[in-house]
């Protein structure tokens, strides 16, 4: 069964660094899915990326998914305390469900 | 807009109880999916239902779990007897086209639920 592996699984930075956090699958993804979760909060949809190569941007945040299509990357420039929160990648599964990395845990220090 | 709407937030009971969770999709979505997150585990869906119809509830942990979505505005999800083990954040979320939709769900607040 396909799994979504994020790294890494917490992160503290000081505010105005940049960080990446990765999101690897054990197949190909068709459709790769990053969102963001506020302690006590659902989640919140930040972007899609379906093809390979694919970069989209909002604000700040940049995701890219490799060419292979079995890797993405969430960028943060100049990280915010704004910023903080768990950061989820989503994939379609093999079954067609909608299966989600554990996420990475974002810490911004003021 | 009204996004996804859930109650309770929070919900305490005592193993044995019936808990009944609510969820109220974003109108127009057809499709609601209902999550179950821990640390443990991630965040898993339980089942999924397709205008109104459970399409795939293989994610359902056991007989004691219940999903029903008697119309388009309204899901349940029920727990009969609840178990420690059960304790976790639900999270019901919906999109238009369900799985096969390039569409990103919409979750949620979630309920947090402990059952001492």
């Known amino acids: 069964s396909q799994e979504l592996e994020q790294s890494p699984q917490s992160l503290i930075v000081q505010e105005g660094k940049n960080l990446t956090i990765n999101c690897t699958s054990s197949k190909t993804l068709y459709g790769l899915y990053w969102y963001k979760q506020k302690y006590g909060e659902g989640l919140i949809f930040l972007m899609m990326l379906q093809k390979g190569g694919e970069e989209k941007s909002h604000e700040k945040i940049t995701a890219k998914l490799d060419e292979k299509k079995q890797q993405s990357s969430l960028h943060i420039t100049a990280s915010q305390p704004s910023h903080a929160g768990i950061y989820l990648c989503?994939?379609?599964?093999?079954?067609?469900?909608?299966?989600f990395g554990k996420g990475t845990k974002l810490s911004v220090k003021p | 807009d009204a996004g996804v709407i859930q109650s309770p937030r929070h919900e305490v009971t005592e193993m044995g109880q019936e808990v009944t969770l609510r969820c109220k999709p974003i109108s127009g979505h057809n499709s609601l999916f209902w999550y179950r997150q821990t640390m443990m585990r991630g965040l898993e869906l339980l089942i999924y239902?397709?205008?109104?119809?459970?399409?795939?509830d293989s994610g359902m942990p056991e007989d004691r779990f219940s999903a029903k979505m008697p119309n388009a505005s309204f899901s349940t999800l029920k727990i009969q007897p609840s178990e420690p083990r059960d304790s976790a954040v639900y999270f019901c979320a919906s999109n238009w086209g369900g799985y096969d939709s390039n569409q990103p769900q919409h979750f949620g607040d979630g309920t947090r639920l402990s059952i001492l």
């Open positions: 989503g994939a379609g599964g093999s079954q067609g469900n909608l299966i």
């Open positions: 239902f397709n205008n109104n119809v459970p399409i795939d």
